[in-house]
């Protein structure tokens, strides 16, 4: 069984920086993709970054390109979310999700292309 656990979230003021972390047991390898999404208050779940099994590729959503950064340490089977000049929008809990499996250049963006997803960690940002 695979689990995922989110941490690094808080309380924040508008244009402050946030590091979110994932942790992933219950595998034998790190082959395979992970992403983020972030679900606010009365909306659908969105697609927030996703990074390929090696590291190599990346995709971010245009609302966060530029202030967002995903990456990943296949040593510590941790993924991690840095979060640069918050805004009140940026509001949501944020959630890691992994597939069953993935290629090594697939980064999945779809909510659908994951199968496993963690708790979700608040990040609420001030004016």
Known sequence: ?????ESGGGLVQAGGSLRLSCAASGRTSSNYAMGWFRQAPG?????VAAISWNGAYKAHADSVKG???ISRDNAKN??????DNLKPEDTAVYSCA???SSSYYQVPIRSYEYDYWGQGTQVTVSS
């Open 1 to 5: 069984q695979v689990q995922l656990v």
């Open 43 to 47: 909306k659908e779940r969105e697609f």
């Open 67 to 69: 202030r967002f950064t």
């Open 78 to 83: 941790t993924v991690y979310l840095q979060i």
């Open 98 to 100: 992994a597939p069953r």
